[in-house]
């Protein structure tokens, strides 16, 4: 009897993927988030109180990352 199929699977070929260069762009779009958020987050506070508003309430609809406020 002779074996037609392979005993051993194909190695894969190598990833075209830059992993590097996806992480790096993650990590710089987190410092910018991070850098934004005091004045974005100063700049909702106060236009909250030029209004008036003193309370917030926010719900969340939704499960786990698929929701909206």
Known sequence: MTQTE??????LRPSTVDFRAILAAHAERTARILALRPGNKDRLFDGLMAAGI??????????G????I
């Open 6 to 11: 392979p005993t051993l699977a194909a190695p």
């Open 54 to 63: 003193t309370h917030v309430t926010v719900t969340f609809d939704g499960a």
């Open 65 to 68: 990352d698929s929701g909206q």
